[in-house]
């Protein structure tokens, strides 16, 4: 590759003219840490075999745009910079949070080139947020409606219907809404042993413990487990 670019830089490039590179690729400054790859991208490094490094850029480029990862870098320097100027807009929650920007570059010929970051102000954010309350939750959640959310909720036990409602309710924006059940110590020893002769219904709600950290089903789950048994 740097073969190639430095073949096509001695015969199209020169002193009178603005030399740019522009390259969708995944690329590192020598000598610093490998940086991640975006979720939701088809990866382009496997091991080391795709990795290539900014000095393979000839000396002749003034700029380097580069796409792939979707944070802003400068992997280059001032006086040569090799930009990924990041995605429009954030394309999974890992990047909640983050600002997107353009760059606006400035270059003439035979002499540096230099840019400017510009903010991106449009678009909703991602926002990953944590309640143990509902109520809290959807406090929040009308309070900040121009936003797509992935939404945790710690409790006790399971989510119940209505409160799913209540959620899906408060925010038109919910992308992923994630009930945590709390961690408890438990130990299946704990359980008793189990009698096979018990109603199914008891079994039902003994192996429900044993997969679920000894949590029991709430009452809408027995009544779903009822409702399948009766079909």
Known sequence: MAENWQRLADEFCDEAGVNLLMAHLYMNRKGTPLLDEPEGEKPIKIGNADLIFSDSIPPQIQYTALGHLHGFRNIGTAEKPVVYSSSPLCYSFSEAGQTKFVS???????????????????GKSLVRKTFNNIEHAVEWLNENQNTLVELTLESETFLKAEDRKKIYQAHPGIVHLIPKIKNEEFSENQLRTINLNQDIQALFKDYFKTKNNGQAPNDDLIDLFNEIKNL
């Open 104 to 122: 606006i570059i400035e270059a003439q010929p035979n002499q540096h080139a230099s840019f400017e970051k510009i903010a991106l102000q449009q």
